[in-house]
């Protein structure tokens, strides 16, 4: 390959990961990329395919030393500080590479099937990698009890949303806060450790003994309806947004049509149109929707009686039973935000960041959780929302029950203490009669 070749495909390379981080991968056109790169269309098209083609070269480039870091990784010997050096690594590479991050961290899982396999497999590398630092005491004897997928999450959903938001120049001097939280899942030398595969075995005992509903379908009579128009609307609306879900789940958001969406609802076009300025729209709505509904389920168990972590368990609990009734809603939130494009992501962050506010009260639960920073309430929404998205991923949405035990201790322990919260987790599933 001539050097003038090579000039002009990581040209077009850089152009596509500084337009995907302007544009979204969805709005990203081969004009926008040549445009960046001043080249000609013809010159594109003799480096490569398509925009899908471009992609996964920038991918592969962006994802290379991430692939070599980890092989570093592996070939030193463990240190209980390297985890603080991985965290600080991290955030300094985010910080100095800031359209490279939002394409790996959010447009990424907008790709192709063939990039999001890639990508899921190199983050369940990146989470071994921390679970082999989370096992090694300090010199204190303390040693870190947490799921390492729910520090990748905590990591992820911090810098990702800063590199959406174009503030990712100060990361770095986050290290602290985000070591803080991680600290406080501290236990002695002596805690029983458990593993992802016994805190799977754990969650799915409790979920055997909780019954998830079945929704009615949303159904109208063919032909004129004597029902009020207001009625009709909100039933015709109803159902698009189910459909919606559905089609989200069956073929993702960039192959939907409208037209899939209106067969799959049993509504016209004009109707669709009434309700919905387009596809984005209709999108946007049903994540909206899918906050509103498991909000107010939680909300009503966390405003009751009892001690805060019982308030946390059963708002967890409730809001889990909504996604294991209402699985297309996941796909909506977890997966295909990320292809609806910038309203939908902002939506997820802001959806995100509404749920820690079940967590305000932690910080009064003991001395040493005041001292906390705020930044662990962020941090721990993005380690519950990793948490879901992998079970999406791994197409178990309906299991996700199974993710209540888990998910509390996450919660809890920063604020309780890792040993308390591991005893109540405990002690809750044992009182469903499974342990």
Known sequence: MSRSRRSHRERLIEAMVVAAARYGYGETSVARIVARAGVSRATFYANFSDKDDCFRAAYSQIAAPVWQDLERLAAADADSDRLRQIVGALLARAGRYPAATKVFLLEAFAAEPSVRAEHERLLLAVEQAIDAQLGESGEDGVRIEVPARAVLGGLAGIIGIRAFRREAGDLASLTDDLMAWLQGYGVGADHRHRSQAEWTSLGRRFAATRRQGDEAPRTLPRGRSALPPAVVASEQRGRILDAVGAMAREKGYAATTVADVVAEAGVTREVFYEQFRGKADAFLAAQGRGLEESLGLAGGEYFSDGSWPDRVWRAGSAMLSYTADHPDNAYVETVESYATGSAAIQRAFENRMAYTFFLEEGYRQRPAAESLPKLCSEAIAGGLIE?????????????????????????????????????FVEAKVAETGCD
């Open 387 to 423: 948490l879901l998205r992998r079970q999406v991923a791994l197409d178990r949405v309906e299991q996700v029950l199974e993710l209540v035990p888990q998910g509390a201790y996450i919660t809890l322990a920063p604020f309780i203490g890792a040993p308390e919260a591991a005893e």
